[in-house]
């Protein structure tokens, strides 16, 4: 699973929802678009964001949407992560248009104990010969797709606002989740805390036990994580 990259492509939008916070207050002193854009440019300081955070409504956070890029990704995490719609959009690497004959790469997960791993590749690989052989045999991408292994690796962008974002990081977080998922969602959470940790710290984000208590009720793990719990700790201990 070590690589599995993602990368923020445009963090820059938190400040836009700054700016919706100012537009509240401050519609008395905006009467020209030359008085917006002094009120756009203006940093958010941390306490700034604090506040924004700690409003009992999502609305100025959803104005704001982050775009993030993952590469390396199964397409397990892929059917997983799609099941968050509201608000959040994707964009994929396709079966139905790529063709990747002899370009199969596998996720294999920490399960896979060291001996079996060469099995549990074998199997993949086995499956997208299977593939070539289908497309050789004139057998469209589309088609010949279905027998590819939910452990091939792809490309994926996700976009959505930091409300949505503080929820999928919440609920995929959790131990509940395969350990790929919990990874990927923790490099998110690290990514994000680093570009703006007064949004994205473990008192807004992170698992929901650091928040409280578990959402999951009888289905919970019942090993909550520590209140100083961060990125790191999850990706440290899903990665062993």
Same mark, same amino acid.
């Given at each position: ?62 104005? =704001?949407? &982050?775009?993030? #890029? ?9 059917? +997983?992560? *799609?099941?968050?719609? !509201? ?67 792809? =490309?994926? &962008?996700?976009? #959505? ?9 919440? +609920?995929? *977080?959790?131990?509940? !989740? ?63």
């Amino acid at each position: 699973m070590r690589n599995i990259e993602i990368r923020v492509l445009n963090p820059d939008q938190i400040a836009d929802a700054a700016t919706a916070a100012r537009l509240t207050q401050r519609g008395h002193a905006i009467r020209s678009m030359s008085d917006f854009n002094a009120l756009y440019d203006r940093a958010a300081s941390d306490t700034f964001i604090e506040h924004l955070t700690a409003l009992p409504h999502p609305t100025l956070q959803k104005l =704001a949407v &982050i775009n993030v #890029a993952l590469v390396g990704v199964s397409r397990r995490f892929l059917a +997983q992560i *799609t099941r968050h719609q !509201n608000e959040v959009k994707f964009t994929s690497s396709s079966l139905q248009y790529s063709d990747y004959t002899g370009a199969g790469d596998f996720v294999v997960p920490p399960g896979v104990a060291e001996e079996t791993r060469s099995r549990y590749v074998a199997a993949c690989t086995c499956a997208m010969d299977e593939y070539a052989a289908l497309i050789a045999a004139g057998v469209d991408n589309d088609t010949a797709g279905y027998v590819a292994p939910q452990a091939l690796r792809g =490309a994926l &962008i996700i976009s #959505a606002t930091p409300y949505q974002w503080k929820h999928m990081i919440g +609920q995929r *977080t959790c131990r509940r !989740n395969t350990p790929e998922i919990r990874y990927v969602m923790s490099l998110i959470w690290k990514g994000m805390y680093n570009i703006a940790p007064a949004l994205f710290s473990s008192q807004t984000t992170g698992p929901f036990c650091l928040r409280g208590k578990c959402l999951e009720g009888q289905m919970s793990c019942r090993k909550s994580y520590e209140a100083a719990a961060t990125p790191q700790t999850i990706l440290d201990e899903v990665i062993l």
